[in-house]
């Protein structure tokens, strides 16, 4: 079936345009990049043609990769079901992306190093989810975070933007150590990191060994998936350019956490403290993304603290035992929450690069498109009924419901929330008057649109599509959670009601905002510096470290005691040649001298060797 | 027959060698002290004939011909850079030698 060609195709783009791109003209950089995805979406649909309805999972054996003793490591790639979600979403979802980033990237400099980074992210994406086993995961894992790391860093001269990349990366090696060590534990339990092995030795495993690799697992989805406490870098990571955003950082990379703890169900099964863990950090993350969600004021961080809130959410669903759910609000996630992103691109673009929504607004009747577009996405995101965000949100909460009834009420509560900030967003950006100074907003070209326009259609109708619960139904064990039209009600009339309050609070009354705003400083300022925890970070973790580092590794050891080592060694060579030095006098008469008196020593001390000797 | 004893002759060996460090010391002529030399390297020949005799062994006379030898390279050798140094320098004295020294 060939299915290396799904990834190999967006690493030939890579490497065409990584090496010939800076002499392409943008037409030959488009066709490359671009082509190189279409081609990969379009060999995923005919696999999947081809497979059926996969009852079973369909794998290939390339190589053999790691070979040791019993142990080894195959190149494996495989397709089941959750697969096939995953690679729908990324090839179609990177497809669509990339075509917007045509319009989008059409001014800005490193044009093809933009595309060639975006191919090499498909490439590892789509490592990632054909894994067959948790090494080659490993490699697309890291390889996503390693281009993540690029495109956030992509405006390298500006110092926020590599800032913002280092902290990426730096946060996700503190969850990708967790991954590690779940891995050698998995090694150590079971002999092997085939999936098809693991699973199926894992239940005859002791419930604490499972916790243990369930917990180390967490880590490292935490890591990749921003779940406190380690999500701190995925606000900054909206440094990059906004179809990265959309791309890696909403719609696939950040979705790979849950991936994988859907991938590794067998284990979290028969782990229920990891499995419990997973959703209180889930509905942890979930509300409290949402509070600091309420007080942004840059149209991307909004976004990007609800990416958080809605990772959070599948994490939920993922920890609730209702993996299909996890996954089935993966996928309607990434349609409306790339959406989001990709419209406020589109508003950026129309503004010459203003992202502050306070400088925008009244943009409805200049850019009908893009706010017509988005509309559809918030309304998705904030569950109005029958939409797709709609549909797999409820699916999470009642099965949230089921395990237990306070996680269904935060989330309840979140949903309210989520609706109010993403709708605050929406109509600070495109009602009320227009408070900017950019001059004249224009509509973006169609090659932007037309994806906004396809991904509109799929936020509001996508939840139908392959009938996720049902599809995914017989790979995961089955849960009975029971239809209950009451608690349906209640989520999306929190949505509701959260459209409802900021239609009120920023269209009909502009004023109250900063009425509560100022009544409730202390909160309000919390809020907006977002509970402070990058401060505390910096605090308890960064200033320790780097403090430690400089004094007792930098000075200490390395210029202290290796320094020191060496610039003794060598000083005392030079002591001692100096002393010595007064030998060579250059006059042969004292050279003379030496000679004879080294004679009589050595007649001397074989003299006295001999006398006691004998 | 009456001998002289054998360490009259080891004796005057050790005499001859001294004053040929001694002379090799302290003179500050370059033929002089590759005299001294020479009157070190013929103390020792002596010592090894007399030791050679003394033991009824041919090993000695052995070593004294080819100190013999290196000696009459040597003093080949030498007295070509004597010339040569009084060619270019004008002196014989050693302290005046010295260009190595810087």
């Not at chain 2, 001294?36 to 002596?46: F, G, H, K, P």
């Amino acid at each position: 079936m060939q299915l290396w060609l799904i990834p190999i195709l967006p690493l030939a783009g890579f490497t065409i345009n990584g090496m010939f791109g800076r002499r392409f003209s943008k037409a030959t950089v488009n066709a490359v990049a671009i082509g190189s995805v279409v081609l990969s979406f379009a060999w995923v649909l005919k696999t999947l043609i081809a497979l059926g309805v996969l009852n079973s999972a369909y794998t290939e054996h390339y190589f053999t990769w790691i070979q040791s003793g019993t142990f080894s490591v195959g190149c494996d790639m495989a397709v089941d079901r959750l697969t096939a979600i995953m690679l729908l979403v990324v090839t179609g979802i990177g497809s669509l992306i990339h075509i917007y980033s045509i319009g989008y990237m059409a001014h800005e400099g490193g044009y093809y190093r933009f595309f060639a980074y975006l191919n090499l992210f498909m490439f590892f994406m789509l490592t990632l989810v054909l894994a067959a086993n948790y090494l080659l995961l490993f490699v697309g894992w890291e390889g996503v975070g390693l281009c993540s790391y690029l495109l956030i860093g992509f405006y390298f001269d500006k110092k926020f933007a590599t800032n913002a990349g280092n902290k990426a990366f730096i946060v996700n090696r503190i969850g990708d150590f967790g991954f590690s060590l779940a891995m050698f534990l998995i090694v150590s339990q079971f002999g092997s990191l085939d999936f098809g092995t693991v699973f199926s030795k894992a239940p005859a495993a002791s419930e604490a060994t499972l916790t243990t690799i369930g917990l180390l697992l967490l880590v490292g989805a935490a890591g990749k998936s921003a779940q406190i406490p380690l999500y701190v870098w995925l606000p900054d990571a909206m440094a990059g350019p906004t179809p990265v955003s959309a791309l890696i950082h909403a719609a696939t990379m950040v979705t790979a956490g849950v991936y994988m703890t859907a991938r590794s169900w067998v284990i979290y099964t028969h782990a229920p403290i990891a499995m419990q863990t997973i959703a209180v950090i889930g509905i942890a993350t979930a509300f409290f993304a949402a509070t600091i969600g309420l007080a942004q004021n840059d149209i991307k961080k909004v976004f990007a603290y609800s990416t958080v809130s809605q990772l959070g959410y599948m994490f939920v669903g993922v920890g609730c035992g209702a993996f299909s759910a996890g996954v089935y609000h993966l996928m309607t996630h990434a349609f409306f929450k790339a959406l989001l992103f990709l419209g406020s691109g589109s508003v950026i673009h129309a503004l010459s690069g203003e992202q502050d929504m306070r400088q925008m607004g009244g943009l409805r009747s200049k850019i009908p498109w893009t706010c017509w577009t988005m509309f559809c996405a918030s309304l998705a995101i904030a569950g109005f009924p029958f939409t797709s965000g709609f549909l797999s949100k409820d699916a999470i909460l009642l099965a949230a419901n089921h395990t237990a009834p306070w996680i269904y009420w935060v989330g309840t509560i979140t949903a309210g929330m989520t609706a109010f900030y993403v709708f605050r967003a929406f109509f600070m950006t495109f009602f009320g008057k227009y408070r900017g100074h950019a001059h004249h907003p224009h509509e973006s070209p169609p090659v932007m649109l037309v994806p906004l326009v396809i991904l509109a259609i799929l936020s509001l109708g996508g939840g139908y599509l392959f009938r996720i619960p049902e599809f995914l139904g017989s790979l995961f064990p089955a849960q009975e959670v029971p239809e209950d039209f009451n608690l349906m009600a209640i989520a999306s009339g929190a949505g509701l009601l959260g459209i409802l309050l900021a239609y009120v609070m920023y269209v009909l009354k502009p004023g109250i905002p900063e009425a509560i705003a100022s009544g409730l400083n202390g909160i309000y300022q919390l809020v907006y510096n977002k509970y402070f925890v990058d401060e505390i970070y910096d605090a308890a973790v960064v200033k320790p470290v780097v403090g430690g580092s400089r004094l007792l590794l930098w000075k200490g050891m390395d210029a202290g005691l290796i320094d020191g080592i060496v610039n003794g060694v060598g000083a005392r060579a030079r002591n001692v040649g100096g002393a010595l030095r007064m030998l060579q006098s250059g006059n042969a008469r004292s050279y003379a001298t030496w000679v004879a008196f080294g004679g009589v020593l050595v007649i001397v001390a074989l003299g006295v060797a001999q006398g006691v000797t004998r | 027959m009456s001998q002289v004893p054998i360490s009259w002759f080891l004796t005057l060996s050790a005499i001859l060698f001294v004053l040929g460090v001694a002379g090799f010391i302290f003179r500050r002529s370059i033929i002089t002290m590759f005299m001294s030399i020479e009157l070190m390297l013929n103390a020792v020949n002596l010592s090894f004939i007399t030791f050679s005799y003394q033991l009824k062994q041919v090993d000695g006379h052995l070593f004294v011909f080819f100190v013999m030898v290196v000696a009459a390279a040597e003093a080949a050798v030498g007295l070509a850079i004597i010339l040569t140094v009084f060619k270019n320098r004008q002196t014989l004295n050693i302290d005046e030698v010295n260009s190595m020294k810087n």
